[in-house]
């Protein structure tokens, strides 16, 4: 018999310029003839699910109560935000957990354990289109499928992405971090040149483990040349960039530049050669700086996960969700600092951890778990 209700984690933006992130019991609906009620077992804690909910909230300054995290957004903020105010948001973009109920047309899918990239999977139930669900291979478990999507199909999409602009080595940053991970696993079984930018020494040790070549440390003195050497031995002319703030951004473009002109040839123009970034992240909140040595032939723009997915086609969705399902545990294998329930998720001490959003500190949600 399934419940009425379900104990979510959601978020609302106030006029009195708060953000409260909250428990919440929320009406639990039949499903529908298509759809699947998932008992949520495990979601984890994206940069994206971060975005949404506490935005640019000051958690530094947050007040604490059971269930409930209340924090002040700056005047400026609250402009860009107008539209949200008052709207209470579920949280929680993807995750993974068992089918207990079903519509007459999904009855095929109770029982078997499933990942989703629904939103608002940070509920112990969860409503879902059965076409939106991914079945879990046997034995693979909901906490090592639950980032199914957001991790390996972005690291997937950079890829196809870097195909479709006719490039065939890349550069990211912040690659430390597990997507990170990821796309060194599938650069060296692809057989991608793959330049790494990461920001400690211990980071550089941790991708060399793995496999990486070039993985360079923006904070080192020798950063520019190093950047330089890399550039010029892999030809990488697109950078996926997650720091999405500052000078990196222009810095690997402009040094792309400055290897394109080695050969001294002089054009007041600059070089012809494309140059591409992709921002895709924001941990750097700080405006882009783009210098003027960049030349003339380049482009800066965002990437999005759903509307790549959506320009990329039904063939090339059809190849990465295969992939992804063969290799879950293996190449997208994810790994977590820690777990937590859905009230543990509002303690004073794991919000202050999750949301420094360092490389190393990304924690798993058990909305099941007891409370």
Known sequence: MLPSTTRS????????????????DLPLPAPGPDEVVVQVEAAPINPSDLGLMFGPALTAQASYEEGRVSAPVPPAAMKALANRI?????????????VVAAGSGAQALVGR???????????????????GCMVLPEGVSAREGAAAFVNPLTALGFIETMRADGMSAMVHTAAASNLGQMLVKLCRADGIPLVNIVRSPDQVALLRSIGARHVLDSTSPAFPDELAQALSET??????????GGPLLGTILTTMEKVANADGAYSRYGSTQAKR????????????????????VWDVSGWLLAPMMERLGPEARARMHGRVATELTTTFACHYKGELSLADALSR????DYTRRATGSKFLILPSAPL
């Open 86 to 98: 008052g709207q209470q948001l579920g949280i929680g973009n993807e995750g993974a957990g068992l």
């Open 277 to 296: 970034g992709y921002v895709y992240g924001a941990l750097d909140m700080a405006p882009i700086t783009l210098p003027r040595t960049l030349g003339f």
């Open 235 to 244: 030809g990488a002319r697109v950078v996926f960039d997650a720091i999405g």
């Open 113 to 131: 354990r499933v990942a989703a990239f629904a939103g608002a999977m940070y509920s112990q139930y969860r409503v879902i289109p059965a076409a």
């Open 9 to 24: 984690l959601v978020t609302t933006l106030y006029d009195d310029a708060r953000m409260v992130v909250e428990l919440a």
């Open 349 to 352: 001490e794991a919000v202050e």
